[in-house]
């Protein structure tokens, strides 16, 4: 229903994208919630990541949009694959919930998708369609 609010539209093809969008998204939350009773916990100081959002957005597609422009014009342009550290955290309640932030607000950003997060080694694979430094995760959620 919120899918259909948010469209604006009735239309058959909106309707069963919606209804699909909603069947994947009850899913994965059951398959996730009924985990050996996962418990979440989360850090209020995750919130800064939030608040830097809307300007990692902006900023990342509009690099986004200019290497696609420069494809159509004949420019080449690979992605890339890269490793930027963050700390590991030791309380698994904090750490699940951790992994599924970074995962949504890094991945949410039109340059950046979260490949994995390694615990032992304390660094996340990032795919980035246009490269950028980055040496921390703090650095990539912050837009830095």
Request: proline letters at 4%; one cysteine or more.
């Amino acid at each position: 229903m919120l899918w259909l609010v948010l469209t604006s539209t009735v239309l058959p093809d909106e309707v069963v994208t919606g209804v699909i969008a909603a069947v994947i998204g009850a899913t994965v939350w059951q398959l996730a919630t009924s985990r050996d009773g996962m418990v979440l916990r989360f850090d209020a100081a995750w919130l800064r990541w939030v608040a830097a959002l809307p300007r990692r957005i902006v900023v990342d597609t509009w690099l986004v949009t200019r290497a696609l422009v420069g494809q159509l014009r004949g420019r080449s342009m690979r992605g890339e694959m890269c490793e930027v550290a963050f700390m590991p955290i030791t309380d698994r309640a904090e750490r699940d919930a951790h992994q599924a932030v970074v995962a949504i607000l890094v991945s949410m950003s039109p340059n950046h998708y979260v490949v994995d997060l390694d615990e032992d080694r304390g660094v996340a694979t990032l795919h980035l369609l246009v490269p950028k430094p980055a040496s921390t995760l703090a650095d990539v959620l912050a837009g830095s």
